[in-house]
Antibody, heavy 122, light 108 residues
Framework: QVQLQESGPGLVKPSETLSLTCTVSGGSITTSHWSWIRQPPGKGLEWIGYIYYSGSTTYSPSLRSRVTMSVDTSKNQFSLRLVSVTAADTAVYYC????????????????WGQGILVTVSS | EIVLTQSPGTLSLSPGERATLSCTASHSVTNSHLAWYQQRPGQAPRLLIFGASSRATGIPDRFSGSGSGTDFTLTISRLEPEDFALYHCQQYCCSPFTFGQGTKLEIK
């Protein structure tokens, strides 16, 4: 059973950098693509971007200028970095696995972390 | 970017009733790459339906999905108490992946 766990600071100051890590257990990070998704309090879900174990990435255009994702296959982890944060970046951040079938990775998400609330405030 | 609009925003029904949730896309969702998720309070979303109509592993058969192009539907045939939750649709045909704003299914 694949499990994902987000970790990182729950409080970030405005204009600083948000950094989160997702640790994957119960399966190899090399088997699929991996996404970050966020949900502001009381609002809908927003896809941030995805990464493959090779390091190739695709980001949402709305966040592309501020986002960097990376992967560490030796630790079975991938990470999110969001610079110059504001209060609008306050959200629960989820990491998720792209569903795999027939050796192909699709863009629906079959395994999710529990989520981590990140508050941007001074 | 494909914008997904879910209706209604809130649906009030009783256990045992049938629920019909809609998701309309601003542009055609190719290959029916449309998914539905259930989210209970304080929990992560759970994949219910992928490919517009295929149930994910472990999802009861009272959940069904249909549609193609720009119009999609999630149907819950007979509501159980645990089905009252927030439901999201998502398209993954085209980057950026996008979600609808959600439909809250509440007990009447």
């Amino acid at each position: 059973q694949v499990q994902l766990q987000e970790s990182g600071p729950g409080l970030v100051k405005p204009s600083e950098t948000l950094s989160l890590t997702c640790t994957v257990s119960g399966g190899s990070i090399t088997t699929s693509h991996w996404s970050w998704i966020r949900q502001p309090p009381g609002k809908g879900l927003e896809w941030i971007g995805y990464i493959y174990y090779s390091g190739s990435t695709t980001y949402s255009p709305s966040l592309r200028s501020r986002v960097t994702m990376s992967v560490d296959t030796s630790k079975n982890q991938f990470s999110l970095r969001l610079v110059s944060v504001t209060a609008a970046d306050t959200a629960v951040y989820y990491c998720a696995r792209h569903r795999v079938t027939g050796g192909y990775s699709y863009g629906s998400f079959d395994y999710w972390g529990q989520g981590i609330l990140v508050t941007v405030s001074s | 970017e494909i914008v997904l609009t879910q209706s209604p925003g809130t649906l009030s029904l009783s256990p045992g009733e049938r629920a019909t949730l809609s998701c309309t896309a601003s542009h055609s969702v190719t290959n029916s790459h449309l998914a539905w998720y259930q989210q209970r309070p304080g929990q992560a979303p759970r994949l219910l339906i992928f490919g517009a109509s295929s149930r994910a592993t472990g999802i009861p058969d009272r959940f069904s999905g249909s549609g193609s192009g720009t119009d999609f539907t999630l149907t819950i045939s007979r509501l159980e108490p645990e089905d009252f939750a927030l439901y999201h649709c998502q398209q993954y045909c085209c980057s950026p992946f996008t979600f609808g704003q959600g439909t809250k299914l509440e007990i009447k």
